[in-house]
């Protein structure tokens, strides 16, 4: 990493605010991997005089940026195709427990 990150480190100190954020869009599960992926897009774009003015990480800045990862994460969820498990060609459906205990009785007492 040839890339100073000093300054990594005073936008972190912020984490559980950034988490927050991402929860606040309704993203609860991801959360965390949001501010990480967070991190590893500032380090590959951004600099340190983007993010912090005057010693102070711009808020405005990270919530944008967390905003814009969420909607790729949505976007490319929206892009998996689902296949359903229940195609009637292959769904069996299993008799009540009930049904084969009468059943087993029926054709067992007239061997005994």
Not at 10 to 27: D, L, M, Q, Y
Not at 32 to 38: G, I, K, M, N, S
Not at 62 to 79: D, G, T, V
């Amino acid at each position: 990493m040839d890339k100073p990150v000093e300054w990594l480190s005073k936008v972190a100190e912020r984490h559980k605010e950034w988490v927050a954020i991402v929860k606040s869009f309704g993203e609860y599960n991801y959360a965390e991997d949001v501010v990480q992926e967070l991190y590893i897009v500032l380090y590959k774009y951004a600099n340190e005089e983007k993010i912090i003015k005057n010693g102070v990480v711009s808020r405005g800045y990270i919530y944008f940026s967390l905003r814009s990862i969420i909607f790729q994460l949505h976007n490319s969820k929206r892009k998996i195709n689902k296949v359903s498990l229940d195609d009637e060609e292959f769904t069996y459906e299993i008799m009540p427990i009930n049904f084969l205990t009468q059943s087993l009785i029926y054709t067992l007492l007239p061997s005994l």
